[in-house]
Nanobody
Framework: QVQLVESGGGLVQAGGSLRLSCAAS????????MGWYRQFLGKQRELVAT???????DYADSVKGRFTISRDNAKNTVYLQMNGLKPEDTAVYHC?????????WGQGTQVTVSS
């Protein structure tokens, strides 16, 4: 059974940085993409950034130039480096793994940006 464990969230002032990590454990067959989504209070989850099996990346327009997604294949871990954080980035950030067989979500980590 594949599980995702996220870490790195917290409280930061506007303009600051955080790095989120998401480690996947278990048997991963047919990896496709791994990425981050965020959920604002009372809203649906939205894409932040994803990275594919060949390393191609995709970002939400709102984070382009500020956030960078990367992946350590050997550790089955994906990272989200978040710079220039804004109060509107405050949300619960969820890691997502998509394989040929399933989609797995992490439990989420809170990111709070104070003004």
């Amino acid at each position: 059974q594949v599980q995702l464990v996220e870490s790195g969230g917290g409280l930061v002032q506007a303009g600051g940085s955080l790095r989120l990590s998401c480690a996947a454990s278990g048997s991963i067959v047919g990896f496709r993409t791994m990425g981050w989504y965020r959920q604002f209070l009372g809203k649906q989850r939205e894409l932040v950034a994803t990275i594919s099996s060949v390393g191609s990346t995709d970002y939400a327009d709102s984070v382009k130039g500020r956030f960078t997604i990367s992946r350590d294949n050997a550790k089955n871990t994906v990272y989200l480096q978040m710079n220039g954080l804004k109060p509107e980035d405050t949300a619960v950030y969820h890691c997502r793994l998509a394989t040929a067989r399933q989609i797995v979500w992490g439990q989420g980590t809170q990111v709070t940006v104070s003004s």
